[in-house]
């Protein structure tokens, strides 16, 4: 592997850099952290880059080996342990708010101490049963239990769409305990008192859009505007790597939806006149669809919640009532209104409409009022 050693001049001195090219021939310069002054002599000059080129080689060496770790082929069909290491941590980590992270690592844990840790490929339907009797035996809810399963399954999924693994023990199997519990919306009079207090509040905007479309927190957060669609067909795109079902949908945007985005657009557009150099370099498709009032750049989970309870306080609404509440609010209000199941499902991102029932069909219920009347 050839390279170069040369001087620059960087704060009163001659600093020496080293120069190379990387696999496809992009020219690399790294710093050796070797120098020498204006004024040294051939003497001071001739040792100083022999240090050099013995750091360079060391510089060089250590992109290569990085180069070949972060642009290996996946190993096929890898041990669990190997593969949340290498792979699936790495991209849940950008991908997903810090708190879900979190939450994965310990299921997953759980999973490798119960089932433990062999190569994918050798596990089979019959784990996911043991595991959930074990986690049952040890003292958790059923409720708890499903969203520890639901981890596990995203993790071989993940694993299986991209060929790491022949074999999805999990694909399609109902393990899931039938846990009959009632979501809490708001009704729609809390939602209109929400709305009153937001109006002139630029947090009004997610707040209505998590109520108009069903989004969750995370998605509004991080959605870019490349994934925005304003035309004859308008939607929202919301990528399979900050849907937490690790699935893309698309989201209809109609009506108050639609004008919501608008605002956020023209808020945008105002923002970027008023702080040009923040935005000079920063193109529009990967601008946060909800800006920080301030700066550039989303707004985390944390701030998102203090502020809905600010607002929440102001409306003297019930503690209870989350700003995922909204996304129930949104489905149970549909429902309610003779909406369809199948779309709502769909809209959600439910994977089967069997989700959606399992949590609002006390609502859709309702609905059949008029079929009874018939008789």
Known sequence: MEFSIYPFKRYGKFRLYVRFLDPFDNEVIRSTSISYEYDATEKEKKEAKEQAEKRGKQIMQEYFDEYD???REPDKNPRLSNFLKEDFWPNKEISCAESTVT?????LK???RICKDRPMDAYKRIDMERYKQTRLKEGIEKTTANIEMRSIKVAFNWAYKYDLTDNNPFKGQDFMFDVKKTKR?????EVNKLLEVTKDESFGLPIRLAYYTGMRQGEIRLLTWNYVYLDENSHLHIPEDISKTGSARKVPLVGKAYEVVKKMEQKLEAKKKRLPAVYKDRPQDETFLLQKDRGWGSYSARTVQ?????YMREA???EELTFHCLRHSFATHVLSNNGDLY???KIMGHST????QQFYDHTSGLNFRDTMEMI
Not at 103 to 107: E, M, Q, V
Not at 306 to 310: D, N
């Open 353 to 356: 409409t069997m989700v959606t």
């Open 306 to 310: 203090e502020r809905f309870r600010k």
């Open 343 to 345: 779309a709502v499902s």
């Open 110 to 112: 759980n999973f490798l």
């Open 69 to 71: 770790h972060t642009n």
């Open 185 to 189: 919306a708001f009704t729609k009079e």
């Open 316 to 318: 003297d609404l019930p």
């Open 103 to 107: 939450r994965y690592k310990s299921n």
